[in-house]
T-cell receptor, first 114, second 113 residues
Framework: AQSVTQLGSHVSVSEGALVLLRCNYS??????LFWYVQYPNQGLQLLLK??????LVKGINGFEAEFKKSETSFHLTKPSAHMSDAAEYFC????????????FGKGTKLTVNP | EAQVTQNPRYLITVTGKKLTVTCSQN?????MSWYRQDPGLGLRQIYY???????DKGDVPEGYKVSRKEKRNFPLILESPSPNQTSLYFC????????????FGSGTQLSVL
């Protein structure tokens, strides 16, 4: 069964600083991996996804993530934080072509300080 | 405009009173799913559907029912709601296996008293 662990339920950075949100996954088969963002009082929107092509994935709003199979990680980064990045971020894993279950992490709330 | 529409946006009910939360998508997607979001727990999948008349349990299906009689609709039914089902619910759909790109509805905030 798949599982996702997001390290740090809250992360705080200064505007202009590096954003690093950590995600480790567990899957018995090659996974699909996703990062979603949720702004206050809104639904989730897809930031980026890994579906077994390039291991470095670029997403919207300057975010990127690197799939590292040896570390079972899919950390999300952005070189320079902007105030508008303040939101909650969710990592998710699905069983590629398998059970169709989709498992989300518990989320990391990002605060950006001026 | 491509969208997933959930209704109602807010719902307050009492224990044991059957309710239905509707979900409709206009993208002809085969895959649809329901999630609940609770503070500190993230999103958890309740049920999913891979096509008309094909549904399966997610991680937290107890106390919920679904049906998929038409491709566009995937209602969530709580036959006898209990206070532990107070939560924020999201419906989502995808054209792709493995949930390659999910389109989410705006959410339904349910309170069961």
């Amino acid at each position: 069964a798949q599982s996702v662990t997001q390290l740090g339920s809250h992360v705080s950075v200064s505007e202009g600083a590096l954003v690093l949100l950590r995600c480790n996954y567990s899957s018995s088969v090659p996974p699909y991996l996703f990062w979603y963002v949720q702004y206050p009082n809104q639904g989730l929107q897809l930031l980026l996804k890994y579906t077994s092509a390039a291991t470095l994935v670029k997403g919207i709003n300057g975010f990127e993530a690197e799939f590292k199979k040896s570390e079972t990680s899919f950390h999300l980064t952005k070189p320079s934080a902007h105030m508008s990045d303040a939101a909650e971020y969710f990592c998710a894993v699905s069983d590629k072509g398998g059970s169709e279950k989709l498992v989300f992490g518990k989320g990391t709330k990002l605060t950006v300080n001026p | 405009e491509a969208q997933v529409t959930q209704n109602p946006r807010y719902l307050i009910t009492v224990t044991g009173k059957k309710l239905t939360v509707t979900c409709s998508q206009n993208m002809n997607h085969e895959y649809m799913s329901w999630y609940r979001q609770d503070p500190g727990l993230g999103l958890r999948q309740i049920y999913y559907s891979m096509n008309v008349e094909v549904t399966d349990k997610g991680d937290v299906p107890e106390g919920y029912k679904v049906s998929r009689k038409e491709k566009r609709n995937f209602p969530l039914i709580l036959e006898s709601p209990s206070p532990n089902q107070t939560s924020l619910y999201f419906c989502a759909s995808s054209a792709h296996r493995g949930w390659e790109k999910l389109f989410f509805g705006s959410g339904t905030q349910l309170s069961v008293l």
